[in-house]
């Protein structure tokens, strides 16, 4: 069989190159795809841009795609999936009036109001006055958040007032993130520990993936600004098996069952971004309805299940039938980004060290592109790579070993993602070794 993956980045990588390895799958297109998915085996880019719906359903029509699944948020909101059924076509993910989890912030706070799921505290605003008459009167830090789409990027944490008055300013009057800001969302900090959520969903069965957790800030010790992601490791050891079964009926069985009262049925990856508070509180803190990037890179390096099958399954409400099987092991995905990210940064500069390799190591491309057969940078995040091992310590060092061949201008990443993990490891071996 063929098929599609929609969309340029490192999660789409990790997908094609997870598709590929299916007995039954042929050849799987990359729309657009970028240089890793160029030269990865069975793996064929297509130059359709990830937002352009009737290029990407005639294409599938054309080469009798059995299975297209998309990667990006945007095509999503934009009605890919509407489309491709509307031609017969299979396509996973969520229609678009079920992608409004994140297409609005807003929204979904309003949704979790109404279906009582645990979220921070907030208010929601249109109009600058208000909001700054409401943040003058909260404690901080407080956070500031975009309400559309902003690349993952439309968050900030202001530690003072002035900070928080400026980025409400700069959102609302769409300076910051265009229509995206013109909507915000201000809610409460909350401290304690994130997590990341992904399950694949025909509306009623769910399956879980393994858990895992982000990195957001691009530098050291979750300094500097918010990223769409530094790294990630999975699994995530906070999330035991009691609070995975608290997760499922606190939140996703009620997101589902609200959805579906509401007219919005929900088919496809459903990712949700936990805040877990010292005192053992459980916070949503947001919706995606996609893979998470780069939460997708340690994921698919840890499933065993064949992805191909089991989108199918639920898109043809055979999901009783399949379950999804993980490798034991940890991954770490370590994302390389140019200087500059998430701010302005230069693209183009050649890069060394990928013929590289080492075992247990893969390495995801996500803004990268072929200029005369080389390799060159073509966007902030660049690469992703993923070490996997008997434990998060092991996988880290397998990644940094492998991170430490490759170089180009201007290269940064955090040398700290997983960090959290190792130290509950070496709490645990220093534990159990007490007599």
């Not at 841009?49 to 005639?58: Q, S």
């Not at 992805?307 to 409400?317: D, F, Q, S, Y």
Request: charged share 20%; net charge neutral; proline share 5%.
């Amino acid at each position: 069989m063929k098929v599609l993956i929609v969309g340029g980045g490192g999660r789409e990588h990790a997908l094609a190159w997870k598709c590929a390895q299916s007995p039954q799958v042929s050849v799987v297109y990359c729309a657009p795809g970028n240089a890793g998915t160029a030269l990865e085996a069975k793996v064929r880019n297509v130059a359709i841009n990830a937002e352009d719906i009737p290029r990407l359903r005639d294409f599938a029509r054309q080469q009798q795609v059995t299975l297209t699944i998309i990667g990006p948020e945007a095509p999503l909101v934009a009605g890919v999936v509407d489309a491709f059924e509307q031609a017969g076509l299979a396509c996973f993910g969520p229609r678009a009036n079920a992608a409004i989890l994140e297409a609005s912030k807003a929204f979904t706070k309003e949704f979790f109001k109404r279906h009582q799921i645990p979220t921070a505290r907030y208010e929601i605003f249109t109009e600058y006055g208000s909001a700054a008459r409401y943040i003058q009167e909260q404690p901080l830090p407080i956070v500031v958040k975009a309400s559309g789409l902003a690349a993952g990027k439309g968050v900030v944490i202001a530690n003072s007032h002035l900070e928080a008055l400026a980025t409400a300013r700069d959102m609302l009057t769409g300076f910051s993130f265009g229509s995206a800001g013109q909507q915000i969302v201000v809610e409460e900090f909350l401290l304690g520990e994130e997590a990341s959520f992904i399950v694949m969903t025909d509306g009623e069965f769910i399956l879980p993936f393994a858990s895992a957790q982000d990195h957001k800030t691009v530098n050291d010790g979750d300094q500097g600004p918010n990223t769409g992601g530094m790294g990630a490791y999975s699994p995530a050891p906070i999330v035991d098996h009691a609070l995975h079964a608290r997760v499922i009926r606190e939140v996703i069985r009620p997101t589902l069952a609200g959805m579906a009262k509401e007219g919005r049925p929900y088919l496809g990856f459903l990712y949700a971004g936990l805040m877990i508070t010292p005192g053992g509180e459980l916070k949503v803190l947001e919706y995606n309805c996609r893979f998470g990037d780069p939460e997708t890179q340690p994921m698919m390096m840890r499933l065993r299940s064949d992805l191909v099958t089991t989108c199918l399954a639920l898109i043809k409400g055979n999901a009783a039938k399949v379950r999804l099987e993980f490798d034991p092991r940890a991954a770490v995905g370590v994302v390389l980004v140019s200087s500059g990210y998430p701010d302005d940064y230069t693209k183009g500069f050649p890069i060394s060290g990928l013929e590289l390799d080492h075992p247990h190591t893969k390495v995801f491309h996500a803004g990268t592109a072929l200029r005369e057969h080389a390799v060159v940078t073509a966007g902030g995040r660049v690469l992703c790579v993923v070490g996997i091992g008997e434990s998060v310590q092991a996988a880290q060092a397998r990644a940094y070993m492998r991170v430490d061949q490759i170089h180009w201008q201007g290269m940064h990443c955090r040398r700290d993602i997983g960090y959290r993990a190792i130290a509950r490891e070496v709490k645990s071996r220093s534990f159990s070794s007490t007599p």
